[in-house]
């Protein structure tokens, strides 16, 4: 977790990490194995797991139709707060009772010493998490994020810092359930703006102490 709260949070790179970090909705998982079919075996199970955290609520948040997909019953519908019209004060749709706190899964692969070695390779694997997500049928629940040691931007020059906002120490893949990056979107005044603010700040650390820092956490071994 040092990885995420010295370089995500403390670079500010991701403004939604510090709520799942704080509440406890941040699961760091170690694939333990060193074979890709072992990994994916595990990153499997932790879609299905992270499918279950799914309210009616979280259901619905995305639907274009709004109530009239899977209306809850009144019970639950009872649960959304500032649903009253003559509420003067309310609550924004991101923050509608009955929808759960943000939760998110990174699963590291430190012991795959072929995925450390090689991006290309890694992008592949990444590529087949995709195809698992589809098989399963819930890439409209969760979305994948990659992080890797030599993470490389297409277009940049190597060693160009900006690459630096998805490099980790060891390969990493990011489950996101789609209704918090939904509901992040629509808190956030610029999300489009965040990818470049976050490369333009890296380069002005640079690369040489970006570098560093990288392999003083990759050498850690404390969490």
């Given at each position: 977790?040092r990885?995420?709260?010295?370089?995500?949070?403390?670079?500010?790179?991701?403004?939604?990490?510090?709520?799942?970090?704080?509440?406890?909705?941040?699961?760091?998982?170690?694939?333990?194995?060193?074979?890709?079919?072992?990994?994916?075996?595990?990153?499997?199970?932790?879609?299905?797991?992270?499918?279950?955290t799914?309210?009616?609520?979280?259901?619905?948040?995305?639907?274009?139709?709004?109530?009239?997909?899977?209306?809850?019953?009144?019970?639950?519908?009872?649960?959304?707060?500032?649903?009253?019209?003559n509420?003067?004060?309310?609550?924004?749709?991101?923050?509608?009772?009955?929808?759960?706190?943000?939760?998110?899964?990174?699963?590291?692969?430190?012991?795959?010493?072929?995925?450390?070695?090689?991006?290309?390779?890694?992008?592949?694997?990444?590529?087949?998490c995709?195809?698992?997500?589809?098989?399963?049928?819930?890439?409209?629940?969760?979305?994948l994020a990659?992080?890797?040691?030599?993470?490389?931007?297409?277009?940049?020059?190597?060693?160009?810092?900006?690459?630096?906002?998805?490099?980790?120490?060891?390969?990493?893949?990011?489950?996101?359930?789609?209704?918090?990056?939904?509901?992040?979107?629509?808190?956030?005044?610029?999300?489009?703006?965040?990818?470049?603010?976050?490369?333009?700040r890296?380069?002005?650390?640079?690369?040489?102490?970006?570098?560093?820092?990288?392999?003083?956490?990759?050498?850690?071994?404390?969490?």
């Open positions: 977790m990885w995420v709260d010295d370089r995500v949070i403390g670079y500010n790179l991701c403004p939604f990490a510090k709520a799942p970090r704080a509440n406890d909705g941040l699961k760091l998982v170690v694939c333990e194995h060193d074979s890709t079919d072992a990994f994916f075996a595990t990153f499997a199970r932790e879609v299905e797991l992270l499918c279950e799914y309210t009616d609520a979280d259901e619905a948040y995305d639907d274009e139709d709004g109530e009239e997909a899977g209306p809850p019953s009144a019970a639950a519908d009872a649960d959304f707060v500032n649903n009253d019209e509420d003067p004060d309310p609550a924004p749709r991101w923050r509608g009772a009955g929808l759960s706190e943000p939760s998110t899964t990174l699963i590291a692969v430190p012991y795959v010493q072929a995925l450390a070695d090689d991006f290309v390779l890694f992008l592949a694997v990444a590529e087949r995709e195809e698992i997500l589809e098989d399963k049928g819930v890439t409209d629940k969760v979305q990659t992080f890797h040691p030599e993470y490389q931007f297409a277009g940049e020059e190597v060693g160009d810092p900006g690459s630096y906002t998805n490099r980790s120490p060891y390969p990493t893949v990011h489950l996101l359930r789609s209704v918090d990056v939904s509901r992040a979107v629509d808190a956030h005044p610029d999300t489009e703006s965040i990818p470049e603010a976050n490369i333009e890296l380069r002005a650390v640079g690369r040489k102490a970006l570098l560093k820092g990288l392999r003083e956490l990759a050498a850690w071994r404390g969490g």
